[in-house]
């Protein structure tokens, strides 16, 4: 029989990169020379080294794959010759196996056990993941690039935020396996084994199902919002969307008292009743299919003092976003123009159902057009070039 690096690794020719790595990190804990009695650590060195050189092979593809066709020839020149029993000369065959215990698991069926342990921790570790990487980019969402990129790149984010979630219940199950390896002897990896074995069956349908239906949920929370909203039963019952960003945060001008005496038309009074419509507002979504930066005027009136206000965001080129605002679908209007006032979006003259309203001190007053009602639990306002 030939002795290879496999025998002094204690794992089979099919053995795992994984598996591998398992072995030796076991017998090197088990033999390191820092470790024994003295007596016993010239032993101990001299098993060290034949396990770290067959880690050295086996851990490398080339090498390994060289010491297979090493180990493929010396049997068939060992079955040619007929031998009598011998063992053909190879790393460390100076015992059967140097570093093979009297008795108990080998290093290899070791690490099955504890990967086969550790496959119980998976719901867990998923669950945390999940957790984890939901609070991090709901956090990330505050950022306004950030939320761009998910609103209009809902697929790829879904599967990258999937991967990531992925790979963090990987590296827990990971590091528990590692924990099951080195702080358990033989006979509690057995009993651990043994109770693992009944319940993996049951963790592997619950991770399955928790991983199913947290990515359901959040690819509709992403790519359908209003489904969570009617699901809900209520429109107005959640919070405030975000603003885009920092730079896009409501720059309030100072409630117009006399931006109402400047509104022309058939409207008569300086103040509106808003309370019929309040249960009705809605959420608000821009999106910029200009090729030029914007800058986006809301005119509404206050729910508690009925005078108006007018808020303002700024959109770059091609942007979509949802605005930190809700609005009526009877009283709200809306300004905007390019920042270079090549392209300008205001009411015609003779629009009945638009207002005026100044947005600049030292500026005449400009027409508002008003967002017609919309079907659905948000608006969604368009602004094109060509408008």
Not at 58 to 66: A, G, K, Q
Request: proline content about 5%; some cysteine.
């Amino acid at each position: 029989m030939v002795h290879s690096h496999y025998e002094n690794l204690q794992v089979s020719r099919t053995a795992s990169d994984e598996v591998i790595k398992g072995a030796y990190r076991y017998l090197s804990q088990k033999w390191h020379p820092d470790k024994q009695p003295s007596e016993k650590r010239s032993e101990a060195e001299r098993i060290m080294k034949l396990v770290n050189d067959a880690y050295a092979v086996l851990s490398d593809p080339t090498r390994r794959r060289e010491h297979d066709e090493w180990i493929v020839t010396e049997e068939a020149r060992e079955q040619a010759a007929a031998p009598s029993g011998g063992s053909t000369s190879g790393p460390g065959s100076g015992s059967p196996n140097p570093t093979e215990p009297e008795a108990g698991l080998s290093a290899q069926a070791r690490t099955e056990y504890a990967k086969a342990i550790a496959a119980g921790h998976w719901p867990l570790a998923l669950l945390t993941s999940f957790i984890g990487v939901s609070l991090i980019v709901g956090l990330l969402q505050k950022i306004g690039w950030v939320r761009t990129l998910l609103d209009n790149h809902p697929l790829a984010s879904i599967l990258v935020i999937l991967f990531v979630i992925g790979g963090g219940a990987k590296a827990a199950v990971d590091e528990r396996r590692d924990k099951v390896l080195d702080k358990n002897d033989d006979q509690t990896l057995k009993v651990l084994y043994e109770k693992s074995s009944r319940r993996n069956a049951t963790a592997a349908i619950c991770a399955t199902i928790l991983v199913a239906a947290g990515a359901l949920a959040y690819a509709v929370w992403l790519t359908r919002p209003d489904l969570i909203h009617q699901f809900a039963g209520s429109n107005t019952s959640s919070p405030d969307n975000p603003a885009p960003d920092a730079s896009r945060n409501n720059a309030d001008a100072a409630a117009l008292a006399a931006a109402s005496a400047a509104a022309v038309g058939t409207d008569t009074a300086s103040t509106v009743d808003v309370s019929a419509g309040a249960t009705a507002d809605r959420n608000i979504r821009v999106e910029n299919q200009c090729g030029s930066p914007i800058a986006l005027f809301l005119a509404m009136p206050d729910k508690t003092s009925g005078q108006w206000s007018i808020k303002h965001w700024e959109f770059d080129a091609n942007e979509a976003a949802r605005l930190n605002a809700k609005i009526s679908p009877s009283d709200t209007y809306y300004f905007a123009r390019s920042t270079d006032n090549v392209y300008t979006w205001a009411a015609r003259d003779g629009d009945k159902t638009s207002r005026a309203f100044s947005i600049d001190a030292d500026a005449p007053a400009v027409r508002f057009v008003k967002i017609e009602p919309q079907d659905g639990p948000e608006f969604l306002l368009k602004l094109r070039c060509a408008d």
